[in-house]
């Protein structure tokens, strides 16, 4: 079986990371770069870490189709992580004898919207959150970990709890609940060390914190140390299914508190945030309910875990347990049987 990765991305946001650890781990035998140009923005590449790899220019439009040809030539599957960047490659690999699967995100698979579009042969979604509006065939693939081992670290010198709340972009509808998070901070009754990290300057103002958190606007050439010197990640998101600072929290040994909304609780081993369902937002996958967390029970969960050091412990053992399960170590196994699977599908004509 051979097998191509097309859609690499080359910088240290989500997909590049994704799409690295899958080139990294599965050793595709051909890969596709995505050169973004200057629609990488403010993220440099590093198109070094591709040393085999054909790099293609993007600039929002179409790729060149005798550059998709020659790649899905000779390849019997190739994988794709969001998008194909050209709709077009999907049939262009079926003339060629390719199948191809797309890991989809379910907020940005504009299929669920646009019906017309050329599609994949399979389509994998990484964990269930919206699968009920997926067709019948969808797989749910899980995304496996990058298992990084970072020492756990011990309790703050004064033996406070260590918060980490990663905030990475102003997203649609707070995706990750930072706003929650922050408001929740002036409820606080045990003393606890809190640290934000983001890529966005303009995180929302919330009076009365100043004192009570540290925000890490950074971007370390190795993103692992963003988990150090923490002991729980909170994040009270409102929306999504993967979620990459969860598995990079987790492998760096935090614990983790989410939202208990679909698929949080039923994904990870998280300690939960009662939630209720809020407003519905608009996405190139369809409308999505965003979930709604009161911050008062946000800080309670918070105050819980500074109390209760044995929980924080137990929280952080249940988190390598789960790592220890969903490593790519453990699950190439599975991406091997799942792209044969691809291989063996029946594509209608």
Known sequence: MKV???GARADDRG??????DFYTHM???RTLVIDMG?????FPQHLDRYPDATVVPFNGGAL?????????TGLDVAVMYETAYDHRAYDIARAAGC??????????HRHLTEEHLPAPDVVWVPTVWRLATFPAGTRVVPVPVAAEQVNPGSRGAAGSLRVLHVAGHRTSGDRNGTLSFLRALRLLRHPVSVRVTTQDPRLPTVAGIKHLVSFDTRCPEDHWRLYDQADVLVMPRRYGGLCLPVHEAMAAGLGVVM?????????WPIVPIRSRPGPTISTPGGPVIVAAAEVADIAAVIDRLAANPAEVVRLKARARSWVASNSWAALVPRYLAELEHACDTVVAA
């Open 27 to 29: 050793r595709p035998d």
């Open 99 to 108: 199948r191809t699967v797309l890991m989809a995100m379910p907020e940005f």
């Open 64 to 72: 060149d189709d005798d550059v998709m040809r020659r790649f899905f």
């Open 38 to 42: 200057s629609w990488s923005h403010q």
């Open 259 to 267: 939202t208990d909304c679909d698929p949080n609780p039923q994904t």
């Open 4 to 6: 191509g990765l097309f």
């Open 15 to 20: 997909l590049g990371r994704i799409t690295h």
